[in-house]
């Protein structure tokens, strides 16, 4: 969601103690996991809000960014590498193009594996509307990945 490991890492810094300061309010009416997530959904969202107002322009390449590998495990062409990369890549670039609501709500359900459910109580949602938000994202990557799929 943000793009930068050292947001993440602040980030996941501010949930935890976020989580240290309201332990005593908490209420386990849902699972904890679902708790923690909503905590760092409203500061993810409080970060892309500040973040836009303050457009960051890195000076120099990410030092961090790693670099492709010449071969993997599997010995894969460096072709099909490099275009596993540029699909990956454009992958990242459409997610991030996302609106904030459509990419927390694709995030939580393709990489947490959260059910609508869990979700809908994260975003404070109903059901039918995580749906209609996940399926307006996977509308909006298909849009921007479509020469990158197979014809079907």
């Known amino acids: 969601m943000l793009g930068s490991n050292s947001d ?15 332990a005593s309010r908490y209420v386990p009416r849902a699972k904890f996991t679902t708790w923690l997530l909503k905590i760092t959904r409203n500061l993810v969202f409080n970060e892309l809000r500040r973040s836009k ?23 894969q062409a460096p072709d099909a590498l490099l275009l596993e990369a540029e699909l990956q890549r454009k992958i990242e670039e459409a997610i991030l193009s996302l609106p904030e609501s459509q990419r927390m709500a694709l995030i939580l359900r393709r990489y947490e594996d959260l059910s609508y459910e869990q979700i809908a109580e994260i975003l ?29």
Do not use: C
């Not at 107002?53 to 010995?75: G, I, N, S, T, W």
């Not at 404070?124 to 014809?151: G, I, M, Q």
């Open 8 to 22: 993440v890492d602040d980030i996941a810094q501010q949930v935890f103690i976020r989580v240290w300061k309201s």
């Open 53 to 75: 107002r303050h457009a960051y322009v890195p000076m120099q390449p990410d030092p961090e960014m790693e670099e492709l590998p010449v071969k993997d495990a599997v010995d």
């Open 124 to 152: 404070d949602l109903s059901v039918p509307a995580v749906k209609s938000l996940l399926f307006r994202a996977r509308t909006e990557l298909r849009k921007h990945l479509k020469n990158y799929l197979k014809p079907e």
